[in-house]
């Protein structure tokens, strides 16, 4: 079974600056797809950003980009410019490529508390 | 703005009591997806409706049903719960899988209901 593990339950970083957030996983596919989801007060998991496996470019939205590291296994997401709006729960996310009856199953790492200090 | 919404915002119950949560999509998405979520705990997969039909039941007491209308809309019936049954419920959606131009599409959650059990 695969497992995700993001090793820093809190981190904090003053506002205008990167920060980065680790994220490690164990699977023996080789093909599957990450993800990086926040979740604010407001509750939503909002999407951050998505990588596929097979794809060695790393992945970026605007201030978000990853460091995939296929063979170390490794997701992490860095925060440039950070802002206040940034502060939320971050969770990092496996999806296997196996079809489970159109669904799809998501591993969710236990999260990462980010604060942004003014 | 989610496209997901979720009713109601918060709902407080009591044990002997028969409550119900909504859940409702437009965007033509065809599985659908309960989560519990615990304080600063990632969500866990409870239920996975696929065209209409329930897929995936992760071993959650019958104290739960869920049920599926039509593509849209997406019930969970809550009967005789626990005081530690209380916490965020999640909602969410996705496209079917079915083709690797699908396979990163990723879950469209709404912003929850707050359940409380006393």
């Known amino acids: 079974a695969q497992t995700v593990t993001q090793s820093q339950p809190e981190m904090s970083v003053q506002e205008a600056e990167t920060v980065t957030l680790s994220c490690t996983y164990d699977t023996s596919e080789s093909d599957y797809y990450l993800f990086w989801y926040k979740q604010p007060p407001s509750r939503q998991m909002i999407l951050v950003i998505r990588q596929e496996a097979y794809k060695q470019q790393n992945a970026t939205e605007n201030r978000f980009s990853v460091n995939f590291q296929k063979a170390a296994k490794s997701f992490s997401l860095k925060i440039s410019d950070s802002q206040l709006g940034d502060a939320a729960m971050y969770f990092c996310?496996?999806?296997?490529?196996?079809?489970?009856?159109?669904?799809?199953?998501?591993?969710f790492g236990q999260g990462t508390r980010l604060t942004i200090n003014p | 703005d989610t496209e997901v919404t979720q009713t109601p915002k918060h709902l407080v119950m009591g044990m002997t009591n028969k409550k119900s949560l909504k859940c409702e999509q437009h965007?033509?998405?065809?599985?659908m997806y309960w989560y519990k979520q615990k304080a600063k705990k990632p969500p866990e997969l409870m239920f996975v409706?696929?065209?209409?039909?329930?897929?995936i039941n992760e071993s959650v007491p019958s104290r739960f049903s869920p049920e599926c209308p039509n593509s849209s809309l997406l019930n969970l019936h809550l009967h005789a719960l626990q005081p530690e049954d209380s916490a965020l419920y999640l909602c969410a959606s996705s496209p079917p899988i079915s083709g690797r131009g699908a396979y990163n599409s990723p879950l469209h959650f709404g912003n929850g209901t707050r359940l409380t059990v006393t």
């Open positions: 996310a496996y999806r296997s490529p196996k079809i489970i009856q159109g669904a799809q199953k998501l591993v």
């Open positions: 409706y696929s065209y209409e039909k329930l897929s």
């Open positions: 965007m033509g998405h065809r599985a």
